[in-house]
């Protein structure tokens, strides 16, 4: 389905769409996101700002709205958002895309609390260095290689290591977690 | 949980693509929301990692700009 789902007619549009053909809604995994221009806050402007938080907070805000009103009805379902190690870390030249990770966890726990008393999960998967066409677009390959170099485990994740840690959370194995984000960064973050 | 209704959004590639194809390798019904590009011949390539080739149900769009898959 072809939906820029950052406009809440289109966001809107996907869920609809998809109830109307295939009856419910079990598991949403909010993706579309950006890591906008990379730059320091001293060179952020109002358009980057406006680029990078409405798709990676605004597009998740309106897909969660209507996926939980679905399975708010349902009384079951679970929500995993994908944001990134920047939700929890700093990196002085990318701060509209740490700013901006750092709402959509916020995010996730708030819509967690009030999606609780319906049987509905919401989680958050946080991935480091994934080797994406994201990944080699924000970084040169030399910086692709010292940022990997930093990580204990000597290389970056693939994109299917993270749609494992996804499917846990969407499954019955998690029937207890919701609110949280799953770090997926090699432990990075341990250092 | 096989035979689940799944929607990814940003499923053109990488984790939204590997996810996607994940759910679909277990039985599920996935949804994928995209801002679409198009192949080479013309078809929109769904995903790249189980090798879909499909026509796809389009939306009318508010007329947004595309920007570059996650």
Not at chain 1, 44 to 51: D, E, G
Not at chain 1, 145 to 165: L, M, S
């Amino acid at each position: 389905m072809h939906a820029d789902v950052r406009f809440e007619r289109e966001a809107t549009a996907v869920i609809a769409t998809t109830v109307s053909r295939f009856g419910r809604l079990d598991v949403t995994v909010n993706n579309a996101g950006t890591e906008g221009r990379l730059a320091p806050v001293v060179e952020s402007t109002i358009l980057q700002y406006a680029a990078t938080f409405g798709t990676n907070v605004l597009a998740t805000l309106l897909s969660v709205k209507h996926e939980l009103r679905v399975m708010q009805r349902q009384g079951s379902g679970a929500i995993i958002n994908i944001t990134s190690v920047f939700g929890d870390k700093g990196a002085p030249s990318s701060a509209l895309d740490v700013a901006s990770n750092h709402a959509l966890i916020g995010l996730t726990r708030i819509a967690a609390l009030g999606a609780v008393p319906f049987g509905v999960r919401i989680n958050a998967v946080g991935p480091g260095y994934v080797d994406t066409a994201m990944f080699a677009r924000a970084a040169s390959p030399d910086n692709q290689a010292a940022g990997t170099g930093r990580v204990p485990h000597g290389r970056a994740g693939r994109p299917d290591e993270v749609a494992d840690a996804v499917m846990f959370l969407a499954g019955p194995e998690a029937p207890y977690l919701t609110g949280q984000t799953l770090f997926l960064d090699g432990r990075v973050k341990a250092n | 949980m096989s035979g689940a209704v799944v929607v990814v959004t940003g499923a053109l590639t990488g984790i939204g693509d590997a996810t996607a194809s994940a759910f679909a390798r277990r039985g599920d019904v996935v949804v994928v929301s995209v801002v679409m590009t198009m192949s080479a011949s013309g078809w929109p390539v769904i995903s790249r990692t189980l090798g879909l080739r499909t026509r796809c149900s389009c939306m009318p769009t508010s007329g947004s700009s595309v920007r570059p898959p996650r």
